[in-house]
């Protein structure tokens, strides 16, 4: 039982099955997203538990919420969510049914779109996350071209590749790996 779970399990039904079929809907759609309670609600996070926060749900008196972290995306489903009630970053929903999924998933890819647009940081930090919620791919950005070490990842998280940059030329040693992450080819640059 995830944190996730035990959390749920603190609703009286429907409530709990509505909440819970919603956690089943983020959970199909990002299986690559960290569970954890943040702010007091079950959050779905990118890149580990101190990672991004892509959306956060929680089960209140007359309704239920979807926090999708994000204005933007609220504003850019306004005409889907019209039908629901809303506050500056929540959608409000049934007590009795679940947020419906097809809605959800296409709101969790479009903050998982706007979440990767966000880099690089002003640190140098690159990453891209999948729409499935796992890393694509991480490294720095210095002055424009990669730069340090960078590993790139496969849909399902397991490792691909990794290795360095120097002002953006790969340099040292590379390693291609397989799916089991069993290192398969290492290139000297």
């Known amino acids: 039982m995830t944190v996730v779970d035990d959390h749920m399990a603190g609703y009286d039904e429907p409530q709990r099955s509505a909440l819970a079929g919603t956690v089943a809907a983020i959970r199909a759609t990002l299986p ?4 954890v309670i943040s702010y007091g609600m079950p959050t779905f996070k990118l890149g580990g538990e101190s990672g991004v926060a892509v959306v956060g749900l929680d089960g209140f008196t007359r309704h ?4 999708p972290y ?9 005409e889907q969510l019209a039908s ?32 990767n647009a966000t880099y ?10 999948y729409d499935n919620g796992f890393l694509k791919m991480s490294g720095k950005v210095k002055n ?12 399902d998280g397991s490792i ?27 290139t000297r640059f």
């Open 144 to 155: 424009g071209e990669m730069h340090g070490s960078w590993e790139w990842f496969r849909r």
């Open 120 to 129: 690089p940081k002003k640190s140098g930090e690159m990453r891209a996350f």
């Open 70 to 78: 994000s204005g933007a995306v609220l504003t850019q489903f306004a």
């Open 84 to 115: 629901f009630g809303q506050t500056k970053g929540a959608i409000h929903f049934a007590i009795d049914r679940p947020f419906p999924a097809p809605l959800l998933r296409r709101i969790l890819k479009a903050r998982i779109a706007e979440i």
């Open 160 to 186: 691909m590749r990794a290795g360095s940059f120097a002002a953006g030329a790969q340099t040292g040693e590379w390693t291609t790996y397989d799916r089991a992450g069993e290192p398969r080819t290492v």
């Open 32 to 35: 690559g997203a960290v569970e």
């Open 64 to 67: 239920n919420s979807v926090f």
